[in-house]
């Protein structure tokens, strides 16, 4: 909208209303990790996912205030700049916690646990690869280089050349995720009830659960965060 000839004063409205939004954006990443404050932290993949989410978001959060800001936008607009911001933050947050939550659940939906060494050696690829992907695309934003475009100057080969070689590095986690998850179906060693030793309520179920997941009503001993701590 910035470059689209409106007027100052709508222009001005449109970059406060965007700024406004990294005050959220702001607040939920505190949020989340400050849940991580004095919590009974284990780097199994899920958890992994769950720290990546939590990086690239803010990566993906901040940038887009280059985006707000009048004066970088109209250079940054429509270049690889805002490429890389969006699958920061698309793929950075959207995808990477769906990733952390389909590790998470995966026992406990199919009773099937899948290989942790592969788990974390895919979730290298992925994490490596996306950002060797999509890293380079910021600068050639900055650099100047448009979107969309079916071909690019020769000063942007080598920066192009990297993101290509991330985004196979990326495919191979994907892939590597695939098989494990399908394999786990049928050869993947059987999940007990709760294979993280979770204290919420999901977890005192079968994996995977029953109908009616409960036969009686359960009973709650301790909370559900009192992770570590010991039992006199």
Do not use: C
Not at 6 to 26: D, G, H, K, R, Y
Not at 95 to 107: C, E, F
């Amino acid at each position: 909208m910035f470059v689209s000839g409106q007027s100052e004063w709508a222009n001005f409205l449109f970059s406060i209303l965007t700024m406004l939004v990294a005050i959220p954006t702001a607040i939920k990443i505190f949020n989340w990790t400050a849940t991580m404050y004095r919590g009974s932290i284990h780097l199994q993949t899920p958890m992994l996912y769950a720290l990546s989410f939590i990086f690239l978001f803010t990566i993906g959060g901040l940038t887009g205030l280059f985006l707000a800001a009048l004066s970088t936008d109209v250079h940054l607009h429509d270049t690889y700049f805002v490429v890389a911001h969006f699958h920061y933050v698309m793929m950075g947050g959207t995808v990477m916690g769906l990733l952390a939550g389909l590790h998470y659940w995966w026992p406990k939906m199919f009773g099937k646990m899948y290989p942790e060494l592969l788990g974390k050696i895919s979730w290298a690829f992925v994490f490596l690869g996306f950002n060797v992907t999509f890293l380079p695309q910021f600068w050639l934003g900055k650099m100047g280089m448009p979107r969309r475009y079916h071909d690019y100057g020769a000063e942007f080969s080598s920066l192009n050349m990297v993101s290509t070689i991330g985004s196979w590095l990326l495919g191979v986690g994907f892939l590597m995720m695939a098989i494990y998850f399908i394999w786990s179906l049928f050869k993947g060693a059987k999940a007990s009830d709760n294979p993280w030793n979770a204290k919420t309520l999901e977890w005192q179920i079968s994996s995977p659960p029953t109908t009616h997941n409960f036969d009686k009503v359960p009973t709650v001993t301790e909370g559900p965060y009192q992770y570590g701590v010991l039992k006199s």
